[in-house]
């Protein structure tokens, strides 16, 4: 079945410094894949998808599918506080039962002034 | 445009009590979902329906879940009996329809069983 592989958390960083979440998935079909941010007690929102070979950018987020290694890695060049969060990255396989939704685990990321 | 909607917001019960938890989904959106967010965990789809009916429930306990779309709009998620592992977030959520559509979350029901 489908899998979806994140980095251990939790990733803590000051403000301003580099993000990199790594995302790395298992899936036999072709697939959407997404990123979800979910703050403390909200729900999971929607921060950016892609499809194959496609970047994509989202408030200074950037994921770049590569489908040689099976990832789709979130990047931010420089942190705020309001990025503290806990990051999902999800994959959609177009022939599973109704395209169901896979998450990973998630990744807490705490941004410290 | 508004939200998924979904009640109680918060519920405490006793194990083997059961609970009921309703969801509106947004206007027009024909699948609907229910995933299970445990503590720590990444959201984890109990069932899924297009319309009224289920496109995929491998993941629902259904010895004590059970989940209905009667008119293809709201939907119920009941629990009967519950157990303490079932202390979690029960998040209800809706897409347009099956493809590569946006899924949008409610708030969520936070069930806690004592």
């Known amino acids: 079945g489908d899998s979806v592989t994140q980095t251990e958390g939790p990733v803590t960083l000051p403000e301003r410094a580099a993000l990199t979440l790594n995302c790395t998935y298992q899936?036999?079909?072709?697939?959407?894949l997404f990123w979800y941010v979910q703050y403390l007690n909200k729900e999971p929102e929607l921060l950016l998808k892609s499809s194959e070979n496609q970047e994509t950018d989202s408030r200074g987020f950037q994921a770049s599918p590569i489908k040689s290694d099976s990832s789709f890695h979130l990047e931010k060049p420089s942190v705020q506080l309001s990025d503290s969060a806990v990051y999902y990255c999800?994959?959609?396989?177009?022939?599973?039962?109704?395209?169901?939704?896979?998450f990973g685990g998630g990744t807490r990321v705490l941004v410290k002034p | 445009e508004a939200g998924v909607a979904q009640s109680p917001r918060y519920k405490i019960i006793e194990k083997r009590q059961s609970v009921a938890f309703w969801c509106n989904p947004i206007s027009g959106h024909a699948t609907l979902y229910w995933y299970q967010q445990i503590l720590g965990q990444g959201p984890k789809l109990l069932i899924q329906?297009?319309?009224?009916?289920?496109?995929?429930d491998s993941q629902l306990p259904k010895d004590r879940f059970s989940a209905e779309r009667l008119k293809g709009v709201d939907s119920t998620l009941k629990i009967q009996p519950a157990k303490l592992e079932d202390s979690a977030v029960y998040l209800c959520?809706?897409?347009?329809?099956?493809?590569?559509?946006?899924?949008?979350f409610g708030e969520g029901s936070w069930l806690t069983v004592v």
């Open positions: 899936s036999s079909y072709s697939t959407f």
């Open positions: 329906f297009q319309n009224n009916g289920v496109v995929d």
């Open positions: 999800a994959l959609r396989d177009f022939k599973a039962a109704g395209n169901k939704l896979t």
């Open positions: 959520a809706s897409s347009l329809g099956i493809s590569g559509n946006t899924i949008y």
